[in-house]
């Protein structure tokens, strides 16, 4: 099966750091992937995308302190989320699009993890 798993979540207070995890399993085109987030009553957004070439781009309310990064060996895409803020409680979730393109919008991926949770007190 094609499947992204995410791992690494938590809670952390305000100022903190966590370090999220996805691993992918399965072949399939990895052409961008992206962390997006949802907090309750809110619509999933992009967090931040990495596509084929390892170019990364960033929401402006993360910039500075999240850096997306992956391991083609290992078929892992990480998030290191730095300075945490309450406003980053939201469930994250993995994605991927397989076809060019970006991946920073909701529209625009294939493939979904389950998520992982991020609370920040």
């Known amino acids: 099966d094609v499947q992204l798993v995410e791992s690494g979540g938590g809670s952390v207070q305000a100022g903190g750091s966590l370090s999220l995890s996805c691993v992918a399993s399965g072949y399939f085109n990895k052409r961008c992937m992206a962390w997006f987030r949802q907090a309750p009553g809110k619509e999933r957004e992009g967090v931040a995308a990495?596509?084929?070439?390892?170019?990364?781009t960033f929401t402006y309310s993360v910039m500075g302190r999240f850096t997306i990064a992956k391991d083609n060996v290992k078929n892992t895409l990480y998030l290191q989320m730095d300075n945490l803020k309450p406003e980053d409680t939201a469930m994250y979730y993995c994605?991927?699009?397989?076809?060019?393109?970006?991946?920073?919008?909701?529209?625009?991926?294939?493939?979904w993890g389950k998520g992982t949770q991020v609370t920040v007190s």
């Open positions: 994605a991927a699009k397989m076809i060019e393109g970006s991946c920073s919008v909701v529209s625009a991926i294939d493939l």
């Open positions: 990495i596509d084929k070439s390892g170019s990364p």
